[in-house]
């Protein structure tokens, strides 16, 4: 009687070691660091994966600021079945989407950056229901000129 239970466990244990029955979270991939020239605009790359299937009116993404000077979290976009740009704050006016849902793309476009958009952005994807996964985060550093060998998507 006990070894039909054990073949069972020892089964289960097989296919969660496997990955068959784990619910994978989302995932999100960035570029990591980039650069950009005082002036120009700039691409914040966030691409994610979902294990659930992705309906574009229950995506929703969030990106935020996090200044590298001491400074509060700033909410710099939000997006759920359509673009939510920020209606006060150093980034009215200053970004727009250039993501795709569908497509896995969850990008914004920064215009005419500033010194003082140095810091980190994070990007979070929820697609319910796979809402687990951590932020993606990208790290802008704004410059005066373009240094040689930098990671840049900039825009015109």
């Not at 001491?70 to 009215?92: A, K, L, M, N, T």
């Not at 969850?106 to 952005?121: Q, R």
């Amino acid at each position: 009687m006990c070894r039909p239970r054990l073949q069972l466990y020892a089964l289960l244990a097989g296919l969660v070691a496997s990955g068959v029955l784990q619910v994978g979270g989302i995932k999100i991939y960035t570029s990591g660091e980039v650069e950009a020239v005082n002036g120009t605009n700039i691409r914040l790359k966030c691409t994610f994966s979902s294990s659930a299937t992705i309906r574009a009116s229950s995506v929703y993404v969030a990106w935020n600021f996090r200044p590298l000077n001491p400074g509060r979290e700033e909410s710099v976009f939000f997006y759920q079945d359509r673009p939510y740009p920020p209606v006060d704050g150093r980034f009215r006016k200053k970004v727009t989407w250039s993501g795709d849902i569908m497509g896995g793309d969850a990008s914004i476009l920064l215009h005419e950056v500033k010194f003082t958009y140095n810091g980190t952005y994070s990007c979070q994807v929820k697609n319910p229901p796979d809402v687990h996964g951590s932020a993606g985060e990208v790290k802008l550093s704004v410059v005066a000129t373009e240094s040689e060998g930098a990671i840049t998507d900039t825009f015109t």
